[in-house]
Nanobody, 112 residues
Framework: QAQVVESGGGLVQTGGSLRLSCAAS????????ISWFRQAPGKEREFVAG????????TYADSVKGRFTISRDDAKDTVYLQMNTLKPEDTAVYFC?????WGQGTQVTVSS
């Protein structure tokens, strides 16, 4: 059974950094694109960043361009989201998505 598990969230001050991890299992990881989404309280889930199956293409929401970097390590079946220069508006639960599979999310809180 395919699954993804997020980790790395936490509390950080404005301007700080965090690295989220998305560990996948249950099927051929290198065949799939992976995306990160986030959902803040009272708001809809929104796309943050995505990486294609071989890592040759990445896409970002305008709100995180230049601050976040998505990458993948197929040897570890893991996708990372490096988040720098964090802002209070980045506060949300961050979810990993692999095709039809979603993780439980990891909380990121940025204090002002």
């Amino acid at each position: 059974q395919a699954q993804v598990v997020e980790s790395g969230g936490g509390l950080v001050q404005t301007g700080g950094s965090l690295r989220l991890s998305c560990a996948a299992s249950g099927r051929t990881f290198s065949s799939y694109s992976i995306s990160w989404f986030r959902q803040a309280p009272g708001k809809e889930r929104e796309f943050v960043a995505g990486i294609n199956w071989d890592g040759s293409k990445t896409t970002y929401a305008d709100s995180v361009k230049g601050r976040f970097t998505i990458s993948r390590d197929d040897a570890k079946d893991t996708v990372y989201l490096q988040m720098n220069t964090l802002k209070p508006e980045d506060t949300a639960v961050y979810f990993c998505n692999e095709y039809d599979v979603w993780g439980q999310g990891t909380q990121v809180t940025v204090s002002s």
